[in-house]
């Protein structure tokens, strides 16, 4: 059994939802995101979304644009990232998920990034920009190193997309909870309820749910109807606020602590 999917499984037999942290490598340094990569897991990540930065993230909002520009500046690859990988499996087992636009993943070539992944403890892979139609191949590429290939969904996704989909995924579904590019927002929308329902009807995988979730309300309310809740700007922003503070790693680590799900209020 992968990483992922005995996580997503010991979620279920304990009857709680899952908190999958994004931050981005390499913001505001390696070594850093290293040491975030150890604590977020000792403060109530399941998975971890580790962001492969790029130098144009249409699918962004400003936050995470800023720190994937932060981290270019750092000389930051995805050589980097993986010996980074490499470096925290010596102190956690959390299943680490590369999030990423198509373009370094294919400049750096697709079947040595899933060798490489794999040996460095990546679980799988998660790709933006590249639709499931063109995917087949890289997904091959990546199935046979082991690797989880993530898909995205929306609400404006077809029920033969979503159908599509179910039968290539594996891991889990990531479902976006509202259309436009990453961000926080107050305001919640039973959108995502009604696209986890349409995922729930044609695959048993377990469906994450992100885009717009920053506050532990969100989260809650996301775990009434699904495996997990995705929070990406709301930490790249702490990351942001602490970055000159000596104790950032322990002060991001707090703020993914008061992330952490009510198990009592789980229901999916």
């Known amino acids: 059994m992968r990483r992922i999917e005995k996580t997503f499984a010991r979620l279920k037999d304990e009857g ?26 000792s403060n109530g990540a399941s998975v971890i979304e580790l962001g ?32 980074t990988v490499s470096k925290a499996r010596e102190d956690t ?10 373009n370094p993943l294919l400049q750096f070539g697709l079947k040595k990034l899933a060798q490489e992944a794999a040996r460095a403890g990546v679980d799988g892979v998660l790709v933006t920009d590249v ?7 890289f997904q091959n590429v990546l199935s ?21 989909i179910a039968a290539r995924a594996s891991g889990f579904i990531y479902a976006v909870a509202r ?19 349409r995922v729930r009807a044609v695959t048993s995988l377990p469906v994450a749910v992100g ?10 309310d996301v775990l009434r109807y699904a495996d997990a809740a995705v929070v990406g700007s709301a930490i790249v922003a702490e990351i942001e606020r602490q970055a000159a503070n000596a104790d950032v790693v322990k002060k991001v680590g707090a703020f993914v602590r008061r992330l952490t799900p009510t198990t009592s209020n789980f229901k999916a």
């Open 179 to 197: 259309t436009g590019v990453t961000g926080m927002r107050e305001e919640s929308s039973n959108s995502a309820e009604i696209l986890v329902a």
């Open 52 to 83: 492969v930065p790029f130098s144009d993230p249409m699918a962004d909002g400003p936050v995470i644009q800023r720190s994937s520009q932060r981290a270019l500046r750092n000389g930051v690859g995805l050589q980097e990232i993986l010996q």
């Open 93 to 102: 087992d959390v299943p680490i998920v590369l999030f990423s636009y198509y």
């Open 144 to 164: 046979a190193q082991g690797l989880d290939m993530i898909y995205l969904v929306a609400p404006t996704s077809t029920d033969a997309r979503l159908q599509m």
């Open 16 to 41: 709680s939802g899952g908190l999958i942290p994004f931050i981005t490598a390499g913001d505001p340094n390696l070594n850093v995101t290293c040491a975030l990569i150890v604590e977020l897991a």
């Open 211 to 220: 885009f717009g979730i920053s506050n532990k309300s969100q989260v809650d």
């Open 131 to 137: 639709p499931p139609e063109e995917a087949e191949d």
